[in-house]
């Protein structure tokens, strides 16, 4: 009788929506069953986006983590893995990071940290109670792989990880969902929205500080002060999350509720895409975006920050623009050049497709993630 695939074990906070979680989906859905099994251990539950997994044979397990300074979960983790015997264990960002304490403790031989990106209460990495954390468990991490290269520089240079333990691994994205629009944009069911609009100015994501969409309604509502064809523009934000009602509060206040559209969590966001014109990520801190891979695959130009891996993937004068955070003054002059400028919309969007069809493939990313593991199983 052939013996079971090794067992992986994900270690993640919250297993909801994000370019993380969906990252996992992609690794999931695409990685040979033959090859490992896989099990998410999540400190604090889960969410619907769990459905976009196709195996059924994942299981999800909760360690009902309580916020705040909850400990109780670290021997529940013990318990749960001393009985699941992993092969590997996969923890994700700093706030599973104590899971390789409890891991090496309960007799996981070989181990994985993954950095995904930074949030906003420490967007540089130079906190030094965190990184006095990551540099403790530094010696149990078998192997980190880092979305970007500007997380692989950091994990090297300020963490102090050695250059033969760090895998860089860019995201892929799926280039046949996510396309071009034809020649009219999708039925969303607003009719009365789209009608008179000449630039669709869009973002998908999580609305969490770090997103800065505030900054991007200051910056559409500044436009609109001064555009002379602003009856034409419009704003869609895709996302749910602690400032989503503060956005729609602003538009509110501006009077441009009607020209504005928030219509929260969408699990069809490549048809949204494939509405707008014009991409814009105006983040405070990022690890490797996929929504900006999304847009780019869906021929649409790319405004974002000069943050994180964001210039790894933006060719300022070729598939889009890159900006300084915090900035809506100049958010909305960026964003006025593209609105009058049809035929440079057109050439950037063309040019991040190509990049994406020749760069980024999931299947070359599901292969790393592979022979990580791969590599571990032979060496111990």
């Known amino acids: 009788m052939n013996a079971e695939p090794p067992l992986v074990a994900h270690v ?30 999540c400190l604090a539950g889960h969410g619907e986006f769990r459905r976009r997994i196709q195996r059924r044979d994942i299981e999800f397990l909760d360690l009902e983590r309580r916020p705040g300074h909850d400990v109780r979960w670290h021997a529940r983790l013990y318990r749960l893995l001393r009985r699941l015997r992993p092969d590997i264990l996969h923890t994700r960002n ?15 031989r070989r181990r994985v940290h993954g950095e995904h990106g930074r949030d ?74 789209f009608a008179g609009a000449t630039c669709i100015i869009g973002s998908v994501g999580r609305m969490a500080e770090v997103k800065d969409y505030p900054g991007l309604v200051q910056a559409f509502i500044l436009l609109n002060r001064t555009h002379p064809g602003a009856d034409g523009l419009r704003l869609i ?74 210039p790894e993937l933006v060719r300022p004068g070729e598939n889009g623009t890159l900006l300084d955070p915090r900035d809506p003054d100049t958010l909305a002059a960026t964003l006025a050049g593209y609105v009058d400028d049809g035929e440079r919309r057109r050439r950037e969007g063309a040019a991040g497709r190509a990049r994406v069809e020749a760069d980024f493939d999931w299947d070359r990313a599901t292969a ?13």
């Open 237 to 310: 934000l895709v996302g749910d999350g602690p400032t989503r009602q503060r956005c729609q509060a602003m538009l509110d206040a501006a009077g441009l509720a009607a020209r504005a559209w928030l219509p929260g969590d969408r699990h069809d966001t490549a048809e949204w895409l494939r509405a707008f014109d014009l991409f814009v990520l105006n983040s405070l801190g990022e690890g490797i975006s996929n929504t900006i891979l999304e847009a780019m695959a869906s021929a649409l130009p790319v405004i974002a920050t000069r943050v994180g891996g964001n």
């Open 94 to 108: 700093l706030s599973t990071l104590e899971a390789q304490f409890v891991g090496a403790f309960a007799g996981v």
């Open 120 to 193: 906003v209460f420490d967007l540089e990495g130079r906190n030094r109670r965190y990184n006095l954390l990551r540099k403790a468990a530094r010696p149990l991490v078998h192997r980190y792989v880092a979305v970007s290269r500007d997380l692989a520089d950091w994990l090297g240079g300020t963490v102090g990880a050695r250059a033969e333990r760090v895998r860089q691994i860019y995201n892929g994205v799926d280039a046949t969902r996510f396309h071009p629009r034809g020649a009219q944009r999708p039925d969303l069911g607003r009719p009365d929205f």
């Open 12 to 41: 993640v906070h919250h297993f909801g929506t994000g370019g993380m979680e969906n990252g996992m989906v992609n690794l999931f859905n695409r990685m040979p069953a033959r090859a490992y099994r896989h099990v998410v251990i």
């Open 368 to 380: 790393a993630y592979q022979g990580v593991y791969d590599e571990l199983m032979s060496s111990s």
